[in-house]
C-alpha cells in the first residue's frame, strides 16, 4: 500500500472519530448544564467550556472571545472554520482525506463522508441547530457511526481495514483520556462538599459523555461512583469505548498490518502498546487510585502520543 494512502486512511479515521464524540461531548455538557442545579459560572469549568481544555485549544478561544459564554463555545467548537478542533474543520479534513482515496474506501463510505460535510456547511445545518442543538449534535454522532458501519460490513480484513481500525481506535484511547483528565481533575475540585445528589448526575454525565451509561449500568450492576466508573471506562476488556479495550485493538491492527507475531514486536508503537496492554491487563482499580488517578492518566496520553509519533515515523512520509 502506499504510504499516501495509508496515511490518508489513518488520518480520515481519527478525524471522523473525534467529531464524533466531541458532538457527544457537547451534547452531553448542554444537558448537565440544563440540569445544574447552581447558576453556571463563566471562568472555563462549564460543563460545555470543559471542551475546550479536553481539545486543547482554550487559548485559541480566549484570544478571540473575551468570555467563555455558551454560545461563543459552541459556536467555536462546531461551525469555527478557522479552528482546527470544530467539528466542521474535522469532518472538512477527513473529507479531504477520504476524496484521494475513495476507491480505497468504497463509494458508498466516500458519499458518507462528503454529505455530512455538505450539511454542516450549509444553512440548513445552522438553522437546526439553533433550534435543536440536542437533535443536531445527535445527528453528527449517527452520522459518524454510520461510517463506521459501512467500513465494518463492507470492506475485507486487509490493511486499507487495519489503518482504518488504527486510527479509529487510537483516537478513542485518546479522547477518552482527555475527558477522564478534564472531568475528574473538575470532579475532584468540585465535589469536596456533601452534595452526593450533584456528584451522581456528574458521574452519570461522565459516562453518557464516553457513550458508556446504559453498558456501565449493565456490567458493574451497582450505583453511579468513581471506582466502579474508572474500572469500567479504563480496564474493562469488552466495552468498545474502553481504554483497554481500545489499545488492544490497536496492538492487533498493527501486528496485522506489519506482519508480526504474538512474540516479537515488528515496531516500536506495538513495543509500546504491548506494554501498555499488559499494565492495563493486570492493574487493579484501587492500584490506580494510589498511584493517583490524575498522574496514571497523564501517562496513558503521553503514551499515546508516542504510539502516534511511531506510527507516523514507521508507515508515512514524514
Known amino acids: 500500500m502506499l504510504s499516501r494512502v495509508a496515511e490518508n486512511l489513518f488520518w480520515m479515521s481519527r478525524y471522523l472519530e473525534r467529531a464524533e464524540d466531541l458532538a457527544r461531548l457537547l451534547d452531553i455538557g448542554l444537558y448537565l448544564e440544563l440540569d445544574a442545579a447552581s447558576p453556571i459560572l463563566d471562568d ?24 467563555a459564554e455558551r454560545a461563543a463555545v459552541l459556536e467555536f467548537l462546531t461551525f469555527d472554520r478557522a479552528n482546527p478542533q470544530s467539528i466542521l474543520s474535522m469532518i472538512a479534513r477527513a473529507r ?32 437546526w441547530f439553533q433550534s435543536s442543538p440536542s437533535r443536531f ?28 481500525r488504527l486510527g479509529r481506535n487510537l483516537e478513542r484511547v485518546d479522547i477518552i483520556g482527555r475527558i477522564l483528565l478534564a472531568k475528574c481533575q473538575s470532579l475532584a475540585e468540585d465535589l469536596a462538599g456533601p ?19 446504559g453498558a456501565y449500568l449493565r456490567t458493574e450492576r451497582e450505583r453511579v461512583e468513581p471506582v466502579g466508573v474508572i474500572r469500567f471506562l479504563v480496564l474493562n476488556a469488552d466495552f468498545p469505548r474502553s481504554i483497554r479495550f481500545c489499545v488492544a485493538r490497536c496492538r492487533e491492527s498493527l501486528r496485522e498490518i506489519a506482519g508480526g507475531d504474538e512474540d516479537e514486536c515488528a515496531s516500536e508503537a506495538e513495543r509500546l502498546l504491548g506494554r501498555l496492554e499488559s ?8 492500584e490506580i487510585f494510589q498511584r493517583g488517578l490524575l498522574a496514571f492518566l497523564d501517562g496513558i496520553q503521553r503514551t499515546c502520543r508516542r504510539v502516534g509519533e511511531e506510527i507516523q515515523r514507521t508507515f508515512f512520509l514524514v
Not at 463522508?113 to 444553512?123: A, P
Not at 449534535?137 to 482504518?164: K, M, V, W
Open 279 to 286: 499494565e492495563l491487563r493486570y492493574i487493579d482499580v484501587s
Open 96 to 127: 479531504e482525506n477520504a476524496r484521494g482515496i475513495q476507491e480505497t474506501i468504497g463509494v458508498d463510505a466516500w458519499s458518507q463522508v462528503n454529505r455530512l460535510y455538505l450539511h454542516l456547511g450549509g444553512q440548513r445545518a445552522r438553522r
Open 195 to 213: 452534595d452526593v445528589s450533584l456528584e451522581l448526575i456528574r458521574w452519570t454525565g461522565l459516562l453518557r459523555s464516553c457513550s458508556a451509561y
Open 44 to 67: 472555563g469549568s462549564a460543563p460545555v467550556a470543559i471542551a475546550l481544555n479536553i481539545l486543547g485549544c482554550h487559548d485559541a478561544f480566549r484570544s478571540a472571545h473575551a468570555t
Open 137 to 164: 449534535y445527535t445527528a453528527i454522532s449517527r452520522s459518524c457511526t454510520l461510517f463506521d458501519g459501512l467500513i465494518q460490513n463492507t470492506l475485507p480484513r486487509d490493511e486499507i481495514y487495519h489503518f482504518l
